[in-house]
């Protein structure tokens, strides 16, 4: 019986409306895959980005053919490849799926590689999306602090995405972090029970500390100014990676970029210390798949926090 899936994506580049939806035929299950039914995604800023023509996976698409958007799933087994035994119908399962060249979350149905998956509990809810991409980041990013020597770890955007989830689980691996931020009094900082620096404090002095970018652009680059010789900094957006890396160079510091990897093992981690109540996802608002692109508005609104959920 022939099974279609409502994916969407874009066809031409442009704001949130832009973003269309293409009913596609499933093609037989490839026997190296299993087939989920969605229940939710989340959005993430590659999605806006992509969606606008803009970084290395909108380089890809060919003119005016469809790219579907979107990487966070969670959903239910509906079948599984004849090779594929260790997952099985009805299970839940979350993952990074089609990172980065292959998006296609913002759907009813998806076909996935079973290495991208972990199985979770059947009560989790919707917000559960939002841990992979984003936690997959965090987790990655903050790991290439090991070596800081107990110095503190400056955090921007903590109320975004990846931000409020780095700061939790920086908690969880005993790092000492300081939420770099333009709203000191947000309540979620507050409920992350997190040490708050405003940026007219943060410009008054140098720092002994590391970096962990999450800003990029001009910003980022001026942050580079008030932190000293030696120190590590990370920058995660990619459009200004190379500025922000070269320019750290210069001023002695340590930088690296870095691009999330769906690794199993880290996603199965992030789980564990989510099932422990160690790290929350902090869902801010809930879109339908039928009204994403004003889940793609609301972000570049710029007045979310925490992570942006897509309801299949």
């Not at 003119?63 to 969670?74: E, H, K, S, T, V």
Request: charged share 20%.
């Amino acid at each position: 019986m022939t099974q279609l899936t409502q994916t969407y994506g874009v066809i031409q580049f442009g704001n949130a409306d832009a973003l269309t939806k293409v009913e596609l035929t499933l093609s037989q299950l490839d026997v190296n895959k299993v087939r989920i039914k969605l229940i939710s995604s989340s959005v993430n800023p590659i999605d806006a980005k992509t969606r606008q023509g803009l970084g290395f996976v909108a380089k890809e698409k060919a003119q005016d053919q469809f790219m579907p958007l979107g990487y966070d799933a969670f959903g239910i087994i509906e079948q599984v490849g004849e090779s594929e035994s260790d997952l099985t119908v009805g299970q839940h399962v979350i993952g990074m799926v089609g990172f980065a060249h292959s998006p296609g979350c913002y759907s009813t149905y998806l076909d996935v590689c079973p290495s991208e998956l972990i199985v979770v509990n059947a009560q989790e809810t919707a917000e559960i999306a939002g841990l992979c991409l984003a936690g997959l980041t965090a987790l990655q990013a903050l790991r290439l602090f090991e070596d800081v020597n107990s110095k503190p770890i400056f955090i921007t955007a903590p109320t975004g995405g990846v931000g409020h989830l780095a700061i939790q689980i920086a908690k969880t691996l005993g790092l000492d972090v300081i939420a770099l931020t333009t709203r000191p009094a947000h309540p979620l900082l507050k409920s992350l029970n997190v040490k708050v620096l405003g940026y007219d404090d943060f410009y008054k002095q140098q720092h002994d500390a590391a970096l962990l970018d999450l800003v990029g652009g001009e910003r980022g680059l001026n942050l580079l100014n008030y932190i000293t010789r030696e120190n590590m900094i990370v920058t995660v957006p990619t459009l200004s990676k190379d500025l922000i890396c070269a320019k750290a160079n210069e001023l002695g510091q340590n930088a690296t970029g870095v691009v999330v990897n769906a690794v199993h093992e880290d996603l199965k981690w992030l789980y564990s210390v989510y099932k422990s109540g160690k790290i929350n996802v902090h869902q801010d608002e809930s879109f339908s798949l039928e009204n994403v692109s004003d889940a793609h508005h609301y972000m570049e609104n710029n007045n979310y926090c925490g992570k942006i959920i897509i309801t299949a």
